[in-house]
C-alpha cells in the first residue's frame, strides 16, 4: 500500500515539473530529479521554476554582451565534462542558485509548503529607535537550504572546478539575502507612526541579476598551477573551499581561466559569435546594459554597424464605439536597427551571411 502511494507521488510531480516547464528548460528538471534528495521531491517543480527565473535573468542581463547567456551555456554547466570554469560560468552557477533561493523563499511565505512559513523567529523583539520587528519576513533561511539541497548536489566532483561551483552557487544564496528589504507599517495614535513594525522582504528578482551583474565585473581569478587543474579529481583532499577561494571574499565571485572574447564563432566551443547580432545605438540615459553595444558587439570585434530600415505597423489612433469595440488605425513608421556584419573585403573568407555578391 505504502508503496503504490509512493509510485502515485513521484508521478504527480513529474507531471507536474513537465508542466510547469514546458519552456526550454527540460535540461534543469531532469538534473535535478537524478540529483535531488528524493525526500525532497515536494520542491522540484520550484527548484525548477527558480532556476528558469536565473537563466531569463541571465539573458536579460547579459542580452547586449558578446556572449550573450546562451541556453546551453546552462546545459554544460553541469554534466558536460568540458563546462568551462570562465567569469561567465561563475555568473550562471551564482543566478541559477539565487533563482532557487528566491522561489522557494516566496512559496514559502505564500504558504505553498506545509512545512514552512514566515520566519517569525524575532518578532516582538527590538529592531532599532521606535520599531520592533513583526509581520511576515520571508524565509531566506528555508530557501537556502533548499538550494543547497539541490543545486550543490550538482557538484560530484571534489576537483577546483567544482569548488569553484560550489562558491559561486553560494555567493548567488547570499545575493538574495543582501538584496533584502525592511518594510514598515506605522502604528500608533491616529497615524502617529511613533511606534513601526518592520519585516524583511525579498526585492524584485532583477535587483538580484544587477547585484550579480556587479559581481561578474569584478569578478576575482583564482591563479591555479595548470597541473592542479587538469588533476582533477585526483586533487581531492587538497581543495578545501576555505584555502582555494578565500574566505574574506564568500560573496565575490570567482573564476579559474580567462574567458575567449566571444568575438568569433567557434562550434566546438559553443561560441556564436557576434556577427550578424543586433546592437543598440542608444541615446544619453540609456540603461548602462545597452550602452556602447554596437562598440562591444561590432567595431570592437572587427566588425562593421549597418544601419537597416524596417517599417513598423502599429494601432493608432483609436476610438471607441458603442458598444463595445475598439477601432484602430494602422500607423507605419520607419525604424532604424542595427547589426554586426562583416565588412567587404573583410578578414574572413566570403561565403556567409546575406547580401554577398553572386
Ligand atoms: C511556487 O511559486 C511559483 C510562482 O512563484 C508557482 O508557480 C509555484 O506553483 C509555487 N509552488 C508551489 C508548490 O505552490
Ligand atoms: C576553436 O577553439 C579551439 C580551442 O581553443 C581551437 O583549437 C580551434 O582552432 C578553434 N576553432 C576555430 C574555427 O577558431
Not at 595548470?226 to 570567482?254: D, H, I, M, Y
Request: aromatic residues 8%.
Amino acid at each position: 500500500m505504502g508503496r503504490v502511494v509512493g509510485h502515485l507521488l513521484v508521478l504527480w510531480v513529474a507531471a507536474g515539473v513537465c508542466y510547469a516547464t514546458v519552456r526550454a528548460s527540460a535540461w534543469s528538471v531532469s538534473n535535478f530529479l537524478v540529483t535531488g534528495p528524493k525526500a525532497y521531491l515536494t520542491y522540484t517543480t520550484s527548484v525548477a521554476l527558480g532556476a528558469q527565473a536565473g537563466m531569463e535573468e541571465c539573458r536579460f542581463q547579459f542580452a547586449w554582451e558578446r556572449w550573450n547567456c546562451p541556453e546551453h551555456a546552462f546545459q554544460s554547466s553541469t554534466h558536460n565534462r568540458l563546462r568551462g570554469a570562465t567569469r561567465e560560468s561563475s555568473f550562471i552557477h551564482a543566478i541559477r542558485s539565487a533563482g532557487v533561493v528566491y522561489v522557494i523563499t516566496k512559496n514559502c511565505s505564500m504558504g505553498d509548503f506545509e512545512n514552512c512559513g514566515c520566519d517569525g523567529s524575532k518578532n516582538g523583539k527590538a529592531g532599532g529607535r521606535g520599531w520592533i520587528w513583526g509581520g511576515c519576513s520571508h524565509n531566506v533561511e528555508f530557501g537556502e537550504k533548499i538550494s543547497r539541497l539541490f543545486v550543490d548536489s550538482l557538484e560530484k566532483g571534489k576537483d577546483a572546478r567544482a569548488l569553484m561551483n560550489l562558491h559561486n552557487s553560494r555567493a548567488g544564496r547570499l545575493a538574495v539575502r543582501a538584496s533584502m528589504k525592511r518594510t514598515c507599517k506605522c502604528h500608533g495614535i491616529s497615524g502617529s507612526c511613533s511606534i513601526q513594525t518592520c519585516w524583511l522582504q525579498l526585492a524584485h528578482f532583477r535587483e538580484m541579476g544587477d547585484y550579480l551583474k556587479a559581481k561578474y565585473d569584478r569578478a576575482q581569478k583564482i591563479e591555479l598551477d595548470k597541473r592542479q587543474l587538469s588533476a582533477g579529481n585526483r586533487a581531492e583532499g587538497r581543495w578545501a573551499p576555505t584555502e582555494a577561494f578565500l574566505p574574506s571574499a564568500e560573496a565575490e565571485l570567482v573564476f579559474l581561466e580567462d574567458s575567449p572574447d566571444y568575438c568569433t564563432r567557434n562550434a566546438s566551443l559553443g561560441i556564436q559569435g557576434t556577427e550578424g547580432r543586433e546592437c543598440l545605438q542608444s541615446e544619453r540615459g540609456a540603461p548602462r546594459r545597452q550602452q556602447r553595444s554596437c562598440g562591444r558587439l561590432c567595431t570592437e570585434c572587427g566588425l562593421q554597424v549597418e544601419e537597416r530600415s524596417t517599417e513598423a505597423v502599429s494601432s493608432c489612433g483609436c476610438s471607441f464605439k458603442w458598444c463595445c469595440t475598439v477601432r484602430c488605425d494602422q500607423c507605419r513608421r520607419v525604424v532604424s536597427r542595427y547589426y554586426c556584419t562583416r565588412p567587404e573585403g573583410g578578414v574572413r573568407p566570403r561565403g556567409r551571411g546575406k547580401g554577398r555578391a553572386r
